[in-house]
């Protein structure tokens, strides 16, 4: 009976203990776990690899040179984060929000969105069906790509119009219904001639 009591007591002890190690940290006075709320947060630096902040809003956000290497930041509001030198390795991105924007003023003025001056480390990130729509939205990199990895990124029904892709590394991207009307700098993008005939911009 003592031993069957000793049994139970360790389960729940190891059970407590289990808990306790699968509660959400705190870098910053941000709560890294899904559907926080992290906004004007500065995360500068952090090491955030592995994070699981999908459908967390996270725009105005300093993740500036950020580990976020496999990170799930699919469906995110990340609008005015600095991403700038961050590793975005094997990261998420699936539908998150990542364009920069200004809101309309009281007048009625319409908003504009802007490029981000960013290029991020997009080794193997996931960036299918990101919203780029308009000559001006950016996605991690979008207008500005110059010197931009996107080995292996997932490049699928992505807007490229009009992006700047001067010295971009597409080794093994997937560019299936990539438009890239527009688009400059495609000869001097990784692998050579990889965007010939794709309506690249002469």
């Known amino acids: 009976m003592r031993s069957i009591a000793t049994v139970f007591c360790?389960?729940?002890l190891a059970v407590v203990l289990l808990a306790?190690?699968?509660?959400?940290?705190t870098v910053k006075g941000c709560v890294i776990k899904h559907h926080t709320s992290c906004d004007h947060k500065d995360l500068h630096g952090k090491d955030l690899h592995g994070a699981v902040l999908h459908h967390s809003v996270l725009h105005h956000i300093n993740l500036r040179n950020v580990d976020l290497r496999g990170a799930d930041l699919?469906?995110?509001?990340?609008?005015?984060?600095?991403?700038?030198?961050?590793?975005?390795?094997g990261a998420n991105l699936k539908g998150a929000k990542l364009h920069y924007y200004t809101a309309p003023k009281k007048n009625g003025?319409?908003?504009?969105?802007?490029?981000?001056?960013?290029s991020p480390k997009c080794v193997d990130a996931n960036l299918t069906s990101i919203p780029l729509q308009g000559p001006y939205a950016d996605v991690a990199c979008s207008q500005k790509c110059v010197g931009a990895n996107l080995t292996g990124a997932n490049l699928t029904n992505v807007n490229l119009t009009g992006a700047n892709l001067t010295n971009v590394?597409?080794?093994g991207a997937n560019l299936t219904g990539t438009n890239l009307t527009g688009a400059t700098g495609c000869g001097s993008v990784t692998p050579a001639g990889l965007l010939n005939g794709r309506g690249c911009a002469s």
Not at 20 to 25: I, L, T
Not at 74 to 89: K, P, Q
């Open 74 to 89: 699919s469906y995110a509001d990340l609008r005015e984060a600095d991403l700038r030198g961050a590793n975005l390795r």
């Open 169 to 171: 590394n597409l080794t």
């Open 109 to 118: 003025a319409r908003a504009l969105q802007r490029n981000a001056a960013c």
């Open 10 to 12: 360790l389960s729940l």
């Open 20 to 25: 306790g190690s699968a509660q959400a940290r």
